[in-house]
């Protein structure tokens, strides 16, 4: 059965550090693009940024609301895509999920999430 | 940047067909996503690249895609369908969520 579950949420202060995981299973982690998508309390859905496949040398992207702050690393050994958030502003308070691009569907104009994970809640406050 | 617009709520009686719309410049010319989110749950794909539908979602559910408007149509509509719709596209390398719409079902 194919599951992405995120962990690593809590409270936090502004300008602090925090890191969450997404443990993959039932899938070859590799084949896939990854994303994190976030939801602040009461909010719409805010795409966070991407790690690409083994193919696409796993490189990343990022909204430009977290560029230079947020890193999206892999760890294919243990099945798990991390997002490592740092300088941390209280507008980055939101569930994260991390999601999965399926094969086939990562190129221009065709870029979709076909399973989700169920999410982790980050608060940035003092 | 890219904006696609929703309406913020829209009902519908059960049993009756509901209608969501989700507007864009040009919108017709990308492939359009649907994402359903039930309160307190994470999302779940319910339309990908305008209208298809992944397995497990039911036939009520149909999508189109023309012009500045893409349109997710729910047939027949049950309790269990009242729920937040997103729809979804991609623009200059990024991923663009519409605002989303809150389905009452009456």
């Known amino acids: 059965e194919m599951q992405l579950v995120e962990s690593g949420g809590g409270l936090v202060q502004p300008g602090g550090s925090l890191r969450l995981s997404c443990a993959a299973s039932g899938f070859t982690l590799s084949d896939h693009y990854i994303d994190w998508v976030r939801q602040a309390p009461g909010k719409g859905l805010e795409w966070v940024g991407r790690?690409?496949?083994?193919?696409?040398?796993?490189?990343?992207e990022y909204a430009a609301s977290v560029k230079g702050r947020f890193t999206i690393s892999r760890d294919e050994s243990e099945n798990s895509v991390y997002l490592q958030m740092n300088s941390l502003k209280t507008e980055d308070t939101a569930i994260y999920y991390c999601t999965r691009v399926p094969v086939g569907a990562s190129g221009s104009n065709d870029y979709y999430f076909d399973y989700w994970g169920q999410g982790t809640l980050v608060s940035v406050s003092s | 940047s890219y904006e696609v617009i929703q309406p913020v709520s829209v009902s519908v009686a059960l049993g009756q067909t509901a209608s969501i719309t989700c507007e864009g410049n040009?919108?017709?010319?990308?492939?359009v996503h649907w994402n359903q989110q039930h309160s307190g749950q994470a999302p779940v794909l319910v339309m990908y690249r305008d209208s298809n539908r992944p397995s497990g979602i039911p036939e009520r559910f149909s999508g189109s895609n023309s012009g500045n408007t893409a349109t997710l149509t729910i047939s027949r509509a049950q309790a269990g369908d009242e729920a937040n719709y997103y729809c979804?596209?991609?623009?200059?390398?990024?991923?663009?969520f519409g605002g989303g719409t809150r389905l009452t079902v009456l």
């Open positions: 979804q596209v991609w623009d200059s390398g990024t991923v663009v």
């Open positions: 040009g919108i017709g010319g990308k492939n």
């Open positions: 790690t690409r496949n083994k193919a696409n040398g796993y490189t990343g």
